[in-house]
């Protein structure tokens, strides 16, 4: 997913239970590191683990 930002207000409103892995492109220079934190977080909770955080990108799978 590229939204350019907005991935931090999409995200929490989004259904991904029928998703087994998503890539996330992250701006934190932009929303701010503490957001970027909370969304890494909804994610987990949403039954995702974080498998990669690299340049940005989170590449995330159903756990």
Same mark, same amino acid.
């Given at each position: 997913? #590229? /939204?350019? +930002?907005? $991935?931090? $207000?999409?995200?929490?409103? /989004?259904?991904?239970?029928?998703?087994? /892995?998503?890539? !996330? $492109? *992250?701006?934190?220079? !932009? *929303? +701010? *590191?503490?957001?970027? /934190?909370?969304?890494k977080a909804h994610l !987990?909770? #949403?039954?995702?683990? !974080?498998? $990669?955080?690299? @340049? @940005? @990108?989170?590449?995330?799978?159903?756990?």
């Amino acid at each position: 997913m #590229d /939204a350019e +930002g907005a $991935e931090l $207000e999409l995200l929490p409103a /989004a259904d991904l239970s029928s998703l087994r /892995a998503l890539v !996330i $492109e *992250t701006h934190a220079k !932009i *929303t +701010g *590191t503490d957001s970027v /934190a909370d969304l890494k977080a909804h994610l !987990i909770t #949403d039954g995702f683990r !974080i498998v $990669e955080d690299v @340049n @940005n @990108n989170i590449l995330c799978l159903r756990a």
